[in-house]
């Protein structure tokens, strides 16, 4: 994905919700374009479980940096 708008974060933060009242958790992987600031500057870093995953195409398949967790805890 390379735009977000307010609509979709609304989205992930209701989906968010749905999967906590079940006793899950939303984890939202984040590609090389996507544009993470989106998250940064609405707060929704530290409302949602967001994990960066790098381009396969780069040579690395594995998952990068991680954003805070909910309010700085660390608590998935």
């Known amino acids: 994905m390379t735009f977000l708008d307010s609509t979709t ?3 992930l933060l209701a989906a968010n ?3 906590h ?3 899950g958790e939303l984890l939202v992987l984040v ?3 996507t544009p993470a600031t989106a ?3 609405t707060g929704f870093d530290r409302l949602l479980a967001i ?3 790098r381009d396969r195409h780069m040579g690395d398949s ?3 940096a991680t954003y805070p967790t909910r309010a ?3 608590a998935r």
């Open 9 to 11: 974060l609304t989205l």
């Open 17 to 19: 919700g749905r999967q």
């Open 21 to 23: 009242a079940r006793g």
């Open 31 to 33: 590609g090389p374009y």
């Open 39 to 41: 998250f940064e500057a």
């Open 51 to 53: 994990k960066q995953v």
């Open 62 to 64: 594995g998952m990068a």
């Open 72 to 74: 700085g805890t660390g």
